[in-house]
């Protein structure tokens, strides 16, 4: 899950609070083995609502660009791990590997609501430092062609430099089986870098859209499948 965004306001219209309650339903129904957050949980949650959550399932997660950094870094699962990945991390689940990168990229912005920014180039440096990953998971999403013009891109003339294209870059470079993120509008997109597969979701409350991945336990990952879900129903198989 991307952008849940679950915060104690209104945002254009669609008040954010339920979020939460909205999540615990979604992981009674699907009971998942882990859950992973991409990113913008955002400002509304407490101490005791990630131990609710971590009491039903191991939750690995990265921040955003709206996340409370000091409380992430608190929060560990019924194991004793730490809930909060490392830029660059990496985690075996079911035989697959998984690679992380928080934030989103900066030239302009260091640091706002106590959330670094990356930088061009040092997000670059950890991407493709994560070569040989299976499933890459970031909060930023790449430039896909379904997207066209509709989204900012980096321009050579004036030096702007934006996530969405260092993500293709690094993926491009690295290669993984599958790419999974969010931070961008719209409720999901299915998109193909070379041999990876790119999903970008939006479970924000107004969207309430998730990806389901269930890994083949031999490494087969042709027998992966990914189901994308808008609240309780199926929008389609990946």
Not at 26 to 42: A, E, N, Y
Not at 138 to 144: C, D, K, L, N, R
Not at 212 to 217: K, P, V
Request: glycine content about 8%; aromatic content about 10%.
């Amino acid at each position: 899950m991307a952008d849940l965004h679950f915060a104690l306001k209104e945002h254009r219209g669609i008040f954010e609070g339920g979020a939460f309650k909205w999540l615990i339903h979604t992981i009674k129904r699907f009971k998942p083995d882990v859950l992973i957050l991409l990113g913008d949980m955002d400002w509304g949650w407490t101490f005791e609502d990630w131990t609710e959550l971590t009491e039903l399932v191991t939750v690995h997660a990265i921040y955003g660009n709206h996340d409370n950094l000091h409380l992430l870094k608190q929060i560990k699962n019924k194991d004793g791990t730490r809930m909060l990945k490392k830029d660059g991390e990496r985690l075996t689940i079911n035989g697959f590997t998984f690679g992380f990168l928080n934030g989103i990229v900066s030239r302009t912005k260091r640091i706002k609501d106590g959330i670094p920014r990356q930088t061009p180039e040092m997000y670059l440096v950890k991407g493709k430092a994560l070569k040989g990953i299976d499933i890459l998971c970031t909060h930023e999403s790449p430039w896909i062609q379904e997207y066209g013009n509709y989204y900012h891109r980096s321009r050579d003339d004036t030096g702007e430099v934006f996530g969405i294209d260092i993500l293709r870059n690094i993926i491009l470079e690295i290669q993984p089986i599958y790419s999974f993120g969010g931070h961008l509008s719209g409720t999901y997109s299915i998109g193909q870098i070379n041999k990876t597969t790119v999903v970008k979701t939006d479970a924000s409350p107004k969207e309430k859209t998730l990806a389901l991945l269930t890994l083949d336990s031999e490494h087969n990952f042709l027998k992966s499948i990914v189901h994308i879900y808008t609240d309780d129903k199926l929008i389609m198989t990946v």
